[in-house]
């Protein structure tokens, strides 16, 4: 029996699993969800970055 991951949800923590983006392997926090895709920020020191990002290609961390 296949175990389910846990939902993706506002506020979670989440990593990139898409090859091809530039954001493979970046981990970020859940700022919104709409229908598919959610708002993700990722903080880098002085940068931060909100990118619509599929849920389909992000995993909780």
Not at 11 to 39: H, K, L, M, W
Request: without cysteine; aromatic residues 8%.
């Amino acid at each position: 029996m296949a175990t389910a991951s846990a939902p993706i949800l506002p506020g979670s923590t989440v990593t990139v699993e898409d090859p091809r983006s530039i954001y493979n392997g970046y981990t970020g926090f859940v700022q919104r969800i709409s229908g598919d895709q959610a708002a993700v920020l990722f903080e880098g020191g002085n940068w931060d970055k909100l990118v619509t990002m599929r849920l389909k290609d992000l995993k909780v961390s």
